[in-house]
């Protein structure tokens, strides 16, 4: 790969605090024009060590705290996915969804939507939110790890080889929809679908939101359905958020998953169904 990438897999950004009462941004979906990038599992061998480097950061701003041991293989294994199975989605006809996370070292680091005006931080796959529906946001091996053009690579990555070393745990798993709610809190005058700062149109109590399934390399991740929180959940934006874990969040006080015991390679996938929209 690039020397850029071995670079980036040493040191991860240092990225800007804003803490998580917040998290974040957009996601991917599964009944509408966004597709979904899946990749497939693979097993590591040999490991060798290598410091990643991962400041602690906002869901606004993206994310990462402290210093971390990473074991990464030193023979990456080529059915794993690469940058040419992801090409990132930026127009949205309706409103942006996509996946927030970071895992237990702030690695597989996603914190923005694709379809956001400066997404700086986005390696996703979002969803196009066009109306009533059920929809799919993920991140993959091949999003977290691409080397955008215009972006650059993901400082919130250890590679192996071509590809990114596996995520354990999580500091945050949320989803995001950009552009939907009216708020209370900021009055920005942009487009609500590219700015989270400018309200939307919808009040939070008139959508019924629903967590579905969240799959792990396309196995079924347990969750406890009473304890996830939905709404316009953070006062520094417009957001319609599903917290399914925050550490600055309500949910790091009870976890509606065993957010310890996650583990991935290739593939974290979160379907929600969404009703009330007039699209």
């Known amino acids: ?62 994310g990462g705290a402290g210093d971390s041991a990473v074991a990464t293989d030193s023979s990456a294994d080529a059915t794993k996915g690469s940058d040419s199975d992801y090409t990132p989605v930026k127009t949205f006809e309706g409103y942006d969804a996509f ?12 914190w923005e939507g694709q379809g956001e005006a400066e997404a700086t931080k986005a390696f996703g796959v979002d969803a196009d939110v066009t109306g009533d529906g059920e929809y799919t946001v993920s991140i993959t091996n091949a999003s977290i790890s691409y080397d955008d053009p215009d972006e650059g690579l993901n400082p919130q990555i ?27 809190k900021l009055k920005g005058t942009g487009d609500p679908k590219t700015d989270k700062e400018t309200p939307g149109k919808y009040n939070a109590d008139d959508l019924k939101v629903e967590l579905k399934s969240i799959k792990a390399d396309g196995q079924e ?39 310890d015991n996650l583990a991935f390679e290739d593939s974290l996938e979160i379907t929600f169904s969404i009703e009330g929209l007039s699209e």
């Open 1 to 62: 790969m690039k020397a850029k990438k071995i670079l980036a897999a040493v040191t991860a950004l240092s990225l800007t605090t804003v803490v998580f009462a917040s998290c974040g941004d957009s996601a991917d979906s599964s009944s509408s024009t966004a597709a979904v990038t899946k990749t497939t599992a693979a097993t590591t061998t040999t490991a060798a060590t290598t410091t990643t480097a991962a400041t602690e950061d906002s869901a606004a701003t993206g």
């Open 221 to 259: 991740v347990a969750f406890d359905k009473a304890k996830i929180k939905y709404g316009n959940i953070e006062d520094n934006n417009n957001c319609y958020r599903i917290e399914i874990y925050n550490d600055y969040g309500d949910t790091a006080k009870d976890s509606p998953i065993d957010k």
């Open 158 to 184: 250890a590679l192996d080889g071509d590809y990114a070393v596996g995520a354990e745990g999580c500091v945050v798993m949320c989803v995001d929809i950009l552009g939907l709610l009216k708020g209370d």
């Open 99 to 110: 996946l927030m996370f970071g895992d237990s070292q702030w690695l597989w680091g996603n």
